[in-house]
Structure formats: structure tokens, C-alpha cells
């Protein structure tokens, strides 16, 4: 099992910075790749960014450029960094790890947390 709890949402106006962060517990050692993914009030999750084993990482189009995400092996930690946000980025943003080993794969994700982001 993998256990995951994401901190750093609030509120910010448009243009200014937060930081997302996601701690992961349990079968760590299993996680293949995490990422983080939103929904915004009325529409589908969507991804957001994800990055696997090696640190290789995947953008969504609407945040290349301005999203970066990283990780912290020794803290077992994902982060989010989110700058120049705008209105449209306002949603609660999960984290996702996809873990198991060649023979299956689950996912686990966190409960989330809200950005909110005002014009």
C-alpha cells in the first residue's frame, strides 16, 4: 500500500507562485511513477504533470513553461511548483503514485488540495 498527503494549496492572485508538495508512506519502494492532477469545479480530472523512475517528466500543455515538477527521494516527497498561475489553474489538485512491480499496477492517490486562484 501507498499512502499519500498533499500540503500547500491557498489562495494566491493571478501571476504569483505556490508550491505543492505530497508525502508518500508505505510500499515506497514500489512506486514506478507519481504525478499530480486537478479538477476544477464542473469538470474532469485532468493531468497535470507526472514524473517516473530515471526523472523523467510529462507536462499538460496549459502548464509547460510554468509548472515544474520534482521529487525528493530522501523525504519521499513530490512537489509542485506552480508560477505565472492564472484564474483557469484554480482547482484541487491531487497526487497520484502508480505502483506494484511487472506483474500488476495500482494507483493510489491523496484527498487533495484546493487552489484557488483570483483574477
Known amino acids: 500500500q501507498v499512502q499519500l498527503v498533499e500540503s500547500g494549496g491557498g489562495l494566491v492572485q493571478a501571476g504569483g507562485s505556490l508550491r505543492l508538495s505530497c508525502v508518500a508512506s508505505?510500499?515506497?519502494?514500489?512506486?514506478?511513477?507519481m504525478g499530480w492532477y486537478r479538477q476544477a469545479p464542473g469538470k474532469q480530472r485532468e493531468l497535470v504533470a507526472t514524473?517516473?523512475?530515471?526523472?523523467?517528466?510529462n507536462y499538460a500543455d496549459s502548464v509547460q513553461g510554468r509548472f515544474t515538477i520534482s521529487r525528493d527521494n530522501a523525504d519521499n516527497t513530490l512537489y509542485l511548483q506552480m508560477n505565472s498561475l492564472k484564474p483557469e489553474d484554480t482547482a484541487v489538485y491531487y497526487c497520484?503514485?502508480?505502483?506494484?512491480?511487472?506483474?500488476?499496477?495500482?494507483?493510489?492517490w491523496g484527498k487533495g488540495t484546493l487552489v484557488t486562484v483570483s483574477s
Open positions: 514524473i517516473r523512475r530515471g526523472d523523467s517528466t
Open positions: 497520484k503514485a502508480s505502483w506494484g512491480t511487472s506483474a500488476y499496477n495500482i494507483d493510489s
Open positions: 508505505g510500499s515506497i519502494f514500489s512506486i514506478k511513477a
